[in-house]
């Protein structure tokens, strides 16, 4: 089913905090004289399948530099522990503003260059209405990625559905040196976009932590453990997500 005939209406919501430990300030700093967070909101606003894009925020710096760029933002609690909390809270500052939408797609803040085809694959995966939650993994290439913990990895069923997000290698390779591992199997990561039907994101947010998302520090796996389940597509894009001053320095660098 083609999704733009299903009449399901889609809000593209970028969680942006000032206050970071690495790099505080992060959404501001300017990337060629334009502003991270604005770039990742020029990217989104290229898709054809988003209603709106709304920078959700808890720092009147961010609103007010989204606003003067002809942004849209909303105020949200700076208590949040994740960003499908302030996802849940801005969902309900639209809706009383008589905004309603089927479906969340949560776009990273600190993603600049992030493709309009990436949000819009996501998106389509509600063309099945047993879709609930959605995300992206794409295909790893490099060993380096595959025993970086940094890079979280995801195996999935025959139907595409995520049955585990791991910070290890998934699967195990029995029997082979570790360097073999990436030739012996079709590894994936999970690229951080994800999209939820907005009935369900309030159900995610409610949710109280879980044994192994507490174990490696991985929030979708709070999700899975209460019987949740999360439909993935793969891209061939990489992503490239700012962290740190060194990331942004890196970018510099390759440009």
């Known amino acids: 089913m083609d999704f733009s005939k299903t009449g399901l209406r889609v809000a593209g919501i970028i969680p942006a905090r000032y206050a970071s430990t690495r790099f505080p300030g992060k959404p501001l700093v300017e990337i060629d004289g ?19 894009v709304v920078v959700a925020t808890d720092d009147e710096r961010i609103a007010s530099h989204v606003e003067a760029f002809g942004g849209k933002s909303v105020m949200t609690s700076s208590h949040h522990p994740s960003g499908t909390d302030r996802l849940a809270e801005t969902l309900e500052i639209l809706e009383k503003r008589n905004e309603h939408y089927h479906i969340a797609v949560n ?4 993603e600049p260059f992030i493709r309009p085809e990436q949000i819009e694959k996501v998106i389509n995966l509600f063309s099945v209405a047993e879709t609930s939650i959605a995300t992206l993994i794409k295909s790893i290439d490099k060993s380096e990625d595959l025993f970086n913990p940094n890079v979280v990895k995801v195996m999935t069923d025959k139907n595409g559905r995520a049955m585990l997000f791991s910070r290890s290698p998934i699967p ?19 690229i951080g976009i994800y999209a939820y039907r907005t009935e369900v994101l309030k159900k995610l947010a409610a949710l109280p932590p879980a044994l192994p998302e507490t174990a490696e520090s991985l929030e979708q796996l709070r999700w899975l453990w209460n019987g949740y389940q999360i439909h993935t597509d793969i891209t061939d894009f990489e992503t490239f997500g700012i ?4 990331d942004l320095l890196k970018l510099t660098n390759n440009s």
């Open 243 to 246: 962290d740190s001053p060194d």
């Open 172 to 190: 195990h390779i029995r029997g082979k040196a570790n360097e073999e591992w990436i030739n012996s199997f079709t590894f994936y990561k999970h």
């Open 34 to 52: 334009i502003s991270m967070i604005e770039r990742v909101y020029r990217q989104a606003s290229l898709c054809r399948l988003l209603q709106t």
């Open 107 to 110: 776009i990273q803040g600190d």
